[in-house]
Nanobody, 126 residues
Framework: VQLQASGGGLVQTGGSLRISCAAS????????IGWFRQAPGKEREFVAS????????YYADSVKGRFTISRDNARTTAYLQMNSLKPEDTAVYYC????????????????????WGQGTQVTVSS
């Protein structure tokens, strides 16, 4: 499967951006999708994940209440809506996937994800 992240760009502090992750796989509906980010000089960190059913979501504390993860299984696409952006949100954002054995499974563990897309740059200016 291929994952294609897109929609990144430059936005001012307090602004919003929605990034997308398009999957070229008909079994997208059984994949858990996660978003991760990596800032220069820092390790990759978990941002958000969504179960294959779309019912269960999980967020890093740093983005809770500002970011929303969603998915459209018919379009095999996942989204990350980012509001109230801060300069510290600046990073390359990656989407990733793994097979979700049960509908409610999600994970923040990088090691569980076995498929990764290329990143999309998000830059928040102060």
């Amino acid at each position: 499967v291929q994952l294609q992240a897109s929609g990144g760009g430059l936005v001012q502090t307090g602004g919003s951006l929605r990034i997308s992750c398009a999957a070229s796989r008909c079994t997208f509906t059984t994949d858990v999708i996660g978003w991760f980010r990596q800032a220069p000089g820092k390790e990759r960190e978990f941002v958000a994940s969504i179960s294959r059913s779309g019912v269960v979501t999980y967020y890093a504390d740093s983005v809770k209440g500002r970011f929303t993860i969603s998915r459209d299984n018919a379009r095999t696409t996942a989204y990350l809506q980012m509001n109230s952006l801060k300069p510290e949100d600046t990073a390359v954002y990656y989407c990733a996937a793994f097979y979700g054995r049960l509908p409610q499974i999600t994970s923040q563990d990088t090691k569980k994800y076995d498929r990764w897309g290329q990143g999309t740059q998000v830059t928040v200016s102060s």
